[in-house]
């Protein structure tokens, strides 16, 4: 196994298109190295990681999922990667996640992704969600590039109060602890 291709998949929801997509991959004699799915409003959405032998071309992946029966059409989007899975950058030891809510309105992922870009904070994970007209966000950050955590802190604080949020930051350690569920 030699070639590795990052594989973007969308497609109206339905039982089984993860086992179509997988078998797809196994078909063809891959190794799925990463996977991260969702449905987001009836919409199934996934990227993933696999390697193949290096006869195996993006065309042909691209090719197999599209022969996969399904009532719902799949989009498909195949790269080789430049970077081997070996040279995989490791998780940044400064990652922080800020947890942000608010009354719904337009522009909040912009406002709270434009600060990280001005601050020179990577998003390395992002997920939102709307319930009623409550706005969650919750974003794992790379701030190995942050000079000064309490700078980012009152900065955060001023920019929360412009945009309408309660925002939390803390290290990822101490989220996971505080975050964590013990079961007896």
């Not at 004699?29 to 071309?57: E, H, K, P, R």
């Amino acid at each position: 196994m030699g070639k590795e291709m990052v594989m973007s998949v969308m497609s109206k929801d339905r039982p089984g298109i993860v086992a179509d997509i997988t078998g797809a991959i196994y078909q063809l004699q891959g190794d799925l190295a990463d996977l991260n799915q969702s449905v987001l409003c009836d919409y199934f959405t996934m990227i993933l990681v696999a390697t193949f032998d290096d006869w195996v071309t993006p065309e042909d992946v691209a090719a197999a999922f599209s022969h996969i029966p399904s009532e719902t059409r799949l989009e498909v989007v195949v790269k080789e990667m430049t970077t081997p899975l070996g040279a995989k950058a490791k998780k940044p030891q400064d990652t922080y996640v800020l947890t942000a809510q608010g009354k719904n309105k337009s522009g909040l992922v912009h406002r709270i992704s434009l600060f990280c870009f001005q601050h020179g904070i990577n998003i390395l994970d992002l997920a939102t969600t709307l319930k009623g007209d409550q706005y969650t966000m919750i974003l794992q950050l790379d701030f190995s590039r942050v000079e000064s955590v309490d700078a980012i802190r009152s900065s955060l604080a001023s920019c929360a109060v412009e945009a309408g949020l309660t925002v939390v930051l803390q290290h990822e350690d101490i989220f996971k602890a505080v975050s964590e569920i013990t079961l007896f």
